[in-house]
């Protein structure tokens, strides 16, 4: 059974996927608007032909290209929507939960985000702590941080949280005793200090980054100060092909995103961290205790 909350209202973000065959997958993401068209090549789309249909249902082209209309999920809006604006690499919508499963982001969270980018990210921690958390993103480069703010506005995510327009490497963060500090930043390791002062006992930090020289140079700031559990994953997704004759791997795909670092807030460096800090000195790179 279907019913009245099942139909497309003005304002949903809609999916449609076609019913006929393309050469690559095509996904088309619009927001419903009353009096409004969609274009492309296979034809016009009226917004009102959608609005008031149930969702699954088939919809037509002026030239009778025939599309489902579906409820976009958030990362087909990210990925799809020609109104959400991408300045920056975002970061990839298959690392998302992987980030809040490991680092235990859920209801309620204070969270810092350091490196708003493009807001794709900040849209999903926002659904996810819900109206009991609250998210404070910061963003030095002040177009970015506004066009970040028009992308949430665009999905209709207006509140749970604060973009702040600040370089925090020279200036720090505001806020005291949060659940986790994010950082996205190609130099992380000039922030692990100030992630530290601002989370709560036990508080997680993660990591966001690219290349191994990153990695090697946050995770050892992590161990000169307390963060302990530290871990690194590199989480891959591979496509399958869905045709009845060949059901496979995807033959093209881009499958490395970054390298995700996860640690723990502790107030006491483990002897074993000391070991290994002493060792790396030896074997030749000048520590400076902080």
């Known amino acids: ?95 998302w939960a992987t980030i809040c499963v490991f680092a235990d982001i859920k209801k309620g969270d204070k969270i810092i985000e350091i490196g708003t980018g493009t807001g794709a990210f900040l849209s999903y921690l926002v659904r996810t702590v819900g109206s009991s958390g609250f998210v404070y993103s910061y963003e030095k480069d002040v177009e970015r941080a506004k066009i970040a703010k028009r992308n949430l506005d665009e999905l209709g995510i207006r509140e749970g949280y604060v973009i702040k327009v600040r370089d925090v490497i020279k200036e720090g963060v505001d806020e005291r005793n949060v659940d986790v500090v994010f950082i996205d930043l190609p130099e992380p390791w000039l922030v692990i200090k100030k992630a530290w002062c601002s989370l709560r006992p036990g508080g997680r930090i993660v990591v966001y980054i690219p290349t191994f020289n990153q990695l090697e140079k946050t995770v050892m700031e992590l161990m000169r100060h307390g963060f302990i559990d530290i871990k690194v994953k590199e989480g891959f997704l591979r496509n399958i092909q869905v045709k009845p004759y060949a059901i496979r791997p995807e033959l093209k795909g881009y499958y490395f995103s970054a390298y995700i670092v996860f640690a723990r807030k502790s107030f006491v460096i483990p002897l074993s961290y000391v070991e290994d800090l002493v060792k790396h000195a030896y074997l030749g790179e000048k520590i400076e205790y902080k």
């Open 1 to 95: 059974m279907v019913n009245d909350e099942e139909r497309f209202r003005d304002g949903d973000f809609v999916l449609l996927v076609p019913l006929f065959k393309t050469k690559k997958e095509i996904r088309f993401v619009i927001k419903l608007k009353s009096g409004q068209v969609f274009h492309s090549k296979f034809g016009v789309i009226q917004h009102d032909g959608i609005i008031g249909k149930y969702y699954g249902s088939v919809i037509s082209s002026h030239l009778n290209y025939n599309f489902i209309a579906l409820p976009a999920k958030l990362h087909e809006i990210v990925q799809n929507y020609k109104d959400f604006k991408f300045i920056t690499q975002i970061i990839y919508p298959r690392d």
